[in-house]
């Protein structure tokens, strides 16, 4: 139960405040003398404050200065008659949550109170979100100096404790498993397993039997029963990754388990019930494709009930700095010695157009650092491409070369196809099966 401190020098207003806001679920307290507000709210833990702005001796925006210069944390809300609301706008810049004008309805100062409280809230979940992966490798994640990345957060701490499914999308490199691992953490589900699966990455006549299972004699090769990953997943979350590759009969089949909860194994004559939040993931654009007809319009809208949007690196240039930062402090660990980036070398990276987004931010670090035997790193120690050579280093063999040329033509192809490995490969004049092999064989991320 959430403890309401009113501060207000009308005697009337402080008893009609005390009796709605404990028909509401609160604990209330008056004072209606500003000092003694001051005094009483410092001394106390109130998780709100409703406070006037003009008040005899000491006004509203006095008490808000006092009360946050003296370590006061709670939230603070301002209630202002006509004609105060330029003070009011004052006290808000000074760190009050929100003003209330008078006179007011009921239902106002309540849903007012309610809104700060869902706030601080979600306040307090991407803050625990951040701690727990702020030592890990996902804490480039929890990077979140740009409004485009501080209101994915605020998404992702709204819909954790919820089943919703929830469709998360940006180019490749934006941190999209990143956020759905987030979310896992966050949510009631946490205890469960986290299951992910690439759906470019599996050849379709696999694809079902991964997803779903299969019974023995199923087909060739099937010599026992197998359990797929929707049931692996069993309370817990399933991450359908790169969903817009999904062949549109497994769609269909994927629709009826988010209808009915429900998997049948392949050449199994039984449904089996499984509890799973779904979560899915794309660089494409799923809408344009359902109206294309590349793409179930029905499934679209059953994963599209939540949408995230992760923007690419080059629209949040807030984020490169600290990004970059956290990078060299993460390889220092690994690598065993110190890592650090000159001033000139972050500039240099809030430059660039980082097309592979926070992942090639990430690798770019990590070449220069492994490349170069400095503590320091400056901006010509960043090998941008296969035709660079870092200072210093020696000349590449010719398998070397060839190989630098390779990753580079893929690497561009699945740029330019969106990270869709299906139409890359199409581009490269190659089979799907091949590309795989030559991304595995380079190391290509």
């Known amino acids: 139960m959430s403890r309401v401190l009113v501060v207000d020098d009308e005697p009337g207003l402080r008893q009609s ?15 209606g003398d500003g000092r003694r507000g001051l005094e009483r709210a410092l001394a106390e833990p109130y998780d709100l404050i409703l406070c006037d702005v003009r008040m005899p001796g000491l006004d509203g925006l006095a008490f808000l200065r006092g009360y946050r210069e003296r370590g006061g944390d709670g939230l603070v809300l301002m209630m202002s008659a006509y004609g105060a609301e330029d003070a009011a706008i004052a006290a808000m810049k000074e760190g009050a949550y929100d003003y209330i004008p008078k006179p007011f309805r009921p239902d106002e100062v309540v849903l007012a109170l309610r809104k700060a409280e869902e706030r601080e809230r979600l306040r307090h979940t991407v803050a625990g979100l951040r701690a727990q992966l702020a030592a890990g490798p996902d804490a480039r994640a929890m990077v979140a100096e740009s409004p485009a990345m501080r209101a994915a957060l605020d998404l992702v701490a709204r819909v954790a404790e919820h089943k919703s499914t929830v469709l998360i999308t940006g180019e490749s490199g934006t941190g999209k498993e990143v956020i759905a691992r987030a979310i896992h953490r966050a949510s009631p589900r946490s205890g469960g397993e986290f299951v992910a699966i690439n759906c470019a990455a599996i050849p379709e006549s696999l694809l079902e039997s991964e997803l779903f299972g299969h019974a023995r004699g199923a087909f060739t090769g099937a010599t026992a029963d197998k359990m797929g990953l929707f049931e692996a997943a069993d309370g817990g979350t399933l ?22 909860g429900e998997i049948r194994r392949v050449g199994d004559q039984r449904n089996r019930r499984v509890d799973v939040r779904l979560l899915s993931a794309t660089a494409r654009d799923l809408a344009d494709d359902a109206k294309a007809g590349r793409f179930r319009e029905d499934l679209f809208y059953r994963l599209n009930v939540v949408a995230i949007h992760l923007p ?25 010695r110190p890592v650090e980036l000159s001033a000139a070398a972050v500039a240099w990276a809030e430059q660039q157009p980082w097309r592979g987004n926070v992942r090639e931010l990430e690798h770019a670090i990590e070449r220069a650092a492994v490349l170069s035997d400095k503590r ?26 060839a190989d630098a040329a390779e990753r580079a033509a893929i690497q561009g192809a699945l740029d330019a196809a969106g990270g869709n490995r299906r139409a890359a490969a199409k581009k490269l004049g190659v089979s799907l099966r091949t590309l795989f092999y030559k991304i595995a064989r380079l190391k290509l991320d």
């Open 312 to 336: 690419p690196l080059r629209e949040r240039p807030e984020d490169i700095a600290p990004l970059a930062r956290l990078f060299a402090a993460q390889l220092s660990r690994r690598l065993g």
């Open 376 to 401: 320091v790193l400056e901006p010509q120690d960043f090998q941008r491409g296969p035709a660079t050579r870092t200072p210093g280093a020696s000349a590449a063999k010719l398998k070397d070369a």
């Open 17 to 31: 405040l005390g009796l709605l806001l404990t028909d509401a679920g609160y604990t209330v307290t008056a004072e």
């Open 239 to 260: 991450l359908l990754d790169e969903i817009g590759e999904l062949p549109l009969g497994l769609q269909a089949k994927l629709l009826r388990v988010l209808q009915d």
